[in-house]
């Protein structure tokens, strides 16, 4: 594995890192951990094998590790730094545009269905590819696209409500109006 090849790869590791994590800091500590991964193992790279492919695979599973691990620490307990949620703590923003509801309704959606969607949508992979990524069917690809891109356009189309009507304190997600000049 040649420098520059690793580093052709980290504009679109960091699109599908932000992707996944909502949050810029977070997702520069997931390529930082990808690319570290990816140097500690490229012995187990296979030259002349898709080394976009390779080094997807791993940020998806170091995520889906960092996933677990957090589920494990909530349900056993544990405190939790308040900078690792406080994207969760902050007020929503009142005047939302449409890049910012369509990040909110992408992580809205299930982890499957998220990566599989990011993955053919945003970084134009082939089914077979994210089959392999993701260690799933090629089928599995197929419906969990099909359910994501259903989802989000419905979490996008859905009415905007007040929220002194529902008795909630969270802004829920709505399509901006388009005006035209």
């Given at each position: 594995?040649?420098?520059?090849?690793?580093?052709?790869?980290?504009?679109?590791?960091?699109?599908?890192?932000?992707?996944?994590?909502?949050?810029?800091?977070?997702?520069?500590?997931?390529?930082?951990?990808?690319?570290?991964?990816?140097?500690?193992r490229w012995r187990l790279w296979l030259v002349g094998s898709?080394?976009?492919?390779?080094?997807?695979?791993?940020?998806?599973?170091?995520?889906?590790?960092?996933?677990?691990?957090?589920?494990?620490?909530?349900?056993?307990?544990?405190?939790?730094?308040?900078?690792?949620?406080?994207?969760?703590?902050?007020?929503?923003?009142?005047?939302?545009?449409?890049?910012?509801?369509?990040?909110?309704?992408?992580?809205?959606?299930?982890?499957?269905?998220?990566?599989?969607?990011?993955?053919?949508?945003?970084?134009?992979?082939?089914?077979?590819?994210?089959?392999?990524?993701?260690?799933?069917?090629?089928?599995?690809?197929?419906?969990?696209?099909?359910?994501?891109?259903?989802?989000?356009?419905?979490?996008?189309?859905?009415?905007?409500?007040?929220?002194?009507?529902?008795?909630?304190?969270?802004?829920?997600?709505?399509?901006?109006?388009?005006?035209?000049?």
């Amino acid at each position: 594995m040649e420098r520059p090849e690793l580093v052709q790869q980290i504009p679109g590791l960091r699109r599908y890192a932000r992707a996944l994590t909502g949050d810029a800091w977070a997702a520069d500590d997931l390529v930082q951990d990808t690319l570290e991964r990816a140097c500690s193992r490229w012995r187990l790279w296979l030259v002349g094998s898709d080394l976009r492919a390779w080094l997807f695979t791993l940020m998806h599973n170091l995520f889906v590790s960092d996933l677990r691990r957090l589920t494990r620490q909530r349900r056993s307990g544990t405190t939790l730094d308040l900078d690792e949620v406080a994207h969760e703590l902050a007020a929503p923003d009142t005047a939302q545009d449409l890049a910012l509801d369509l990040q909110r309704c992408l992580l809205q959606l299930p982890e499957e269905q998220r990566t599989v969607l990011l993955l053919v949508t945003l970084e134009d992979m082939a089914y077979a590819d994210v089959a392999r990524i993701t260690g799933t069917p090629i089928g599995t690809v197929m419906s969990r696209l099909s359910r994501a891109r259903a989802r989000l356009q419905a979490l996008l189309d859905a009415p905007a409500e007040h929220p002194h009507a529902s008795g909630s304190t969270v802004t829920p997600l709505h399509r901006p109006s388009r005006t035209t000049p």
